[in-house]
């Protein structure tokens, strides 16, 4: 058995837990904070049987990956428009920190 953790955006957080749930990987959702940016992203910690795993990953890869997405412009308010981008750009958003750990024992009482 395994034990995978997941810190994940909050953003697809919901996403994956109805996956998780619905794929029957039982899992705990945490509420935790980013040490470098200090704002809020979501934990799952995840036992599973090591034969499943790797489907897990792939779960998590699907649900979270890095994609593109495009973002609209924003006007800016005052100051500097040097910067200024009138079009949609495309960005890098989402992805997911995954740590899979031996698990030595599990009990439930
Ligand atoms: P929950 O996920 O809210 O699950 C509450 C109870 O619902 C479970 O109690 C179990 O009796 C039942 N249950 C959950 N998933 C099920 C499923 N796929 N099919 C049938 N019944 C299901 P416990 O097993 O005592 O778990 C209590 C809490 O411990 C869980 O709350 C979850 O937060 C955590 N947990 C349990 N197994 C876990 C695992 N493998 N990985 C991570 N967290 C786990
Ligand atoms: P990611 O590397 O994708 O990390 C996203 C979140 O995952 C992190 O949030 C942190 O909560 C968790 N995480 C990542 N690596 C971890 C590890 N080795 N152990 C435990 N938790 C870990 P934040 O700390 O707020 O970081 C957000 C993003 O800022 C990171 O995205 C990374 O792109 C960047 N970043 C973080 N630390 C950095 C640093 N020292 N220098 C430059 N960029 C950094």
Redesign the pocket.
């Known amino acids: 058995m395994k ?1 995978v953790i997941a810190i994940v955006q909050d953003h697809d957080s919901q996403r994956l837990a109805d996956r998780l ?1 619905k794929n ?6 945490l509420a935790t904070t980013g040490g470098f940016l200090r704002a809020g992203n979501t934990t ?5 049987e090591d034969q499943r795993v790797d489907e897990l990953l792939q779960l998590i890869d699907n649900t979270c990956g890095n994609r593109e997405q495009t973002v609209a412009p924003v006007t800016p308010m005052g100051g500097n428009a040097d910067s200024y981008i009138p079009y949609p750009v495309e960005v890098e958003v989402g992805g997911a920190t995954v740590f899979v750990l031996p698990i030595e024992q ?1 009990e ?1 009482f």
């Open positions: 034990m749930t029957d990987f039982r899992n705990t959702k799952f910690l995840c036992g599973v599990f439930r």
